[in-house]
């Protein structure tokens, strides 16, 4: 049984950092891929960052790109995304996703994330950002 738990979220001055981290269990990182969904609300869910290749390549959304950076441990099971420069535009509810399939690392991934390439989803964790 796979399960997926966000834990980092909280409020933060605009400019500042947060760490989100992302445990799993009855699972292994390094042989899928990752991804971070966030939600406002009244909006829909939004991939913004995934990794595959056993942690070896990256995809960003636009609109967080060259901010965030997701990373993973692979001894740990353990995926987190570090959030600098946060603006007032990135509160929302965070989610982690686990995929079921190996991604090659020949892939160049340049598309939306799709929410519905992920099978294993955590409850979400909360970011505030104040001004």
């Known amino acids: 049984q796979v399960h997926v738990v966000e834990s980092g979220g909280g409020s933060v001055q605009a400019g500042g950092s947060l760490r989100l981290s992302c445990t799993t269990s009855g699972y292994t990182v390094s042989d899928s891929y990752m991804g971070w969904f966030r939600q406002a609300p009244g909006k829909e869910r939004e991939g913004v960052a995934l990794i595959y290749c056993a942690g070896n390549n990256t995809h960003y959304d636009d609109s967080v790109k060259g901010r965030f950076t997701i990373s993973q441990d692979n001894a740990k099971n353990t995926v987190y995304l570090q959030m600098n420069s946060l603006k007032p535009s990135d509160p929302a509810t965070y989610y982690c996703?686990?995929?079921?399939?190996?991604?090659?690392?020949?892939?160049?991934?340049?598309?939306?994330?799709?929410?519905?390439?992920?099978?294993?989803w955590g409850q979400g964790t909360q970011v505030t950002v104040s001004s």
């Open positions: 996703a686990a995929g079921q399939f190996w991604m090659g690392c020949s892939v160049v991934y340049t598309g939306r994330i799709e929410e519905t390439r992920f099978s294993y």
